[in-house]
Every structure is written in structure tokens, then in C-alpha cells.
């Protein structure tokens, strides 16, 4: 089965604009999860998608990150407009449900850097 | 969040086990314990979870103390391709679906 899938790879964006990162989750996971890293941080949990639901949005930094997964199936982050200290690494994560008899797949994540 | 603390870096010959140890002291009774690693350039991956018994699986074991405020993650037989940072994770039951990663441990394998 193909896993989950990120896209851009790397983005480079100057500060003021607009990007948008996509993650496509394995086939029929109705979870999907949105993380990031930042230069010398942790990896933190920015949302948590249950179909097109929002079940869990505490950890978005500001309203200049909006997420949406239209129809359940893939999810796009939207950084608008994008600050320098945004950059680092995006990932994606799904799972077919929650509950811990089954481990999360992770993308590969997108690079973005903000200059 | 979730605290976990564990050595910053770990260092093991290929074909040897590897222990890889991980406190949790603030840990509550919802909380499972789980493991991931990251090679370079991936996301992390999944290895193995557990809640109060320890846990075998084709990839790893996961030992887990009596009172739950420390476990070890073991690699039976460490070959190069487990050189990677190695995350111990507690999720809430509280809150499903949200991990908290923590700094991890870079796991340097000699051939």
C-alpha cells in the first residue's frame, strides 16, 4: 500500500507570502494529523482531522494557519502570510482509527523555509 | 505536556543489543507509552507501544517498570539500518490522537 504522501518536498517562500503544503493519507484512514519542527524544537502536533472534522486544533500556532480536508481524503496547510519563524519541517501522519492498537504513518514532512 | 526524558545520544556495535531507556515519572494511568524512531530525511516511524505489560513485536520489545515511570525500548540485534533518532512518546487518554515528542536519542551504530 503506498503510505502517506507530503508535497512540495522543500519550499522556499519569501516572508509576506502564501504557501500551501498537501498531505495525502494512506487509502481509508479516516485520521489525519498535522505536525511540525522548528529549528531546535521538538516535533509538535498542530491538528488532528477525524474524516473533514476538526477534532483537535489546539496546537495551531495563530490564525495564520488554516487547514482543510475537503471530503476526508487529502489535507492542505495553508501559511498566509508566512514569517520567518515558520520554517522548518511539516509532517503528515494518518491512521485508520484512533486508539493505540495502531501506530501512526508518517510522511516524509515538507521542508519550508521562509526567508 | 507529556514529559519524557532520555539520554541525548546512545552508541552500540552492529549485531549487539541495544537498551535504549526512557523516564517517564509524571506518567498517569491513561497514559500509553510509545516508541518511534526517525532515520534522516523521513518522518518518524512507528515501532511499538504499550500500556502496563511489556510488549514484543517484530521489530522491537518494550519493557515497562512496575510503576510505569520508566520503560526501555530494546533492539535485539542493532544493525546499521537502526541508527536513528529513537522518540519515547506518552500519549493522554485524554486527549486521543495528540503525541508529544520529546528530544529523543541519536542511536549511532558501528559496524
Known amino acids: 500500500e503506498a503510505g502517506v504522501t507530503q508535497f512540495p518536498s522543500h519550499s522556499v517562500i519569501e516572508k509576506g507570502q502564501t504557501v500551501t503544503l498537501r498531505c495525502d493519507p494512506i487509502?481509508?484512514?479516516?485520521?489525519l494529523y498535522w505536525y511540525r519542527r522548528v529549528m531546535g524544537k521538538e516535533i509538535k502536533f498542530l491538528l488532528h482531522f477525524v474524516k473533514e472534522s476538526k477534532q483537535d486544533e489546539s496546537g495551531m500556532p495563530n490564525n495564520r494557519f488554516l487547514a482543510e480536508r475537503t471530503g476526508g481524503t487529502y489535507s492542505t496547510l495553508k501559511v498566509q502570510p508566512a514569517e520567518l519563524e515558520d520554517s522548518g519541517v511539516y509532517f503528515c501522519?494518518?491512521?485508520?482509527?484512533?486508539?493505540?492498537?495502531?501506530?501512526?504513518?508518517f510522511g516524509s514532512g515538507t521542508r519550508l523555509t521562509v526567508v | 505536556d507529556a514529559k519524557t526524558t532520555q539520554p541525548n545520544s546512545m552508541e552500540s556495535n552492529e549485531e549487539e543489543p541495544v537498551h535504549l531507556p526512557c523516564n517517564h515519572s509524571t506518567i498517569s494511568g491513561t497514559d500509553y507509552i510509545h516508541w518511534y524512531r526517525q532515520l534522516p530525511s523521513q518522518g518518524p516511524e512507528y515501532v511499538i507501544h504499550?500500556?502496563?505489560s511489556n510488549v514484543n513485536n517484530r521489530m522491537a520489545s518494550l519493557a515497562i517498570a512496575e510503576d510505569r515511570k520508566s520503560s526501555t525500548l530494546i533492539l535485539h540485534r542493532a544493525t546499521l539500518r537502526d541508527a536513528a533518532v529513537y522518540y519515547c512518546i506518552l500519549s493522554r487518554g485524554s486527549t486521543l490522537g495528540r503525541l508529544y515528542f520529546g528530544r529523543g536519542t541519536q542511536l549511532t551504530v558501528w559496524p
Open positions: 501522519a494518518s491512521s485508520p482509527q484512533v486508539g493505540w492498537n495502531y501506530g501512526y504513518t
Open positions: 504499550g500500556l502496563t
Open positions: 487509502s481509508g484512514h479516516d485520521n
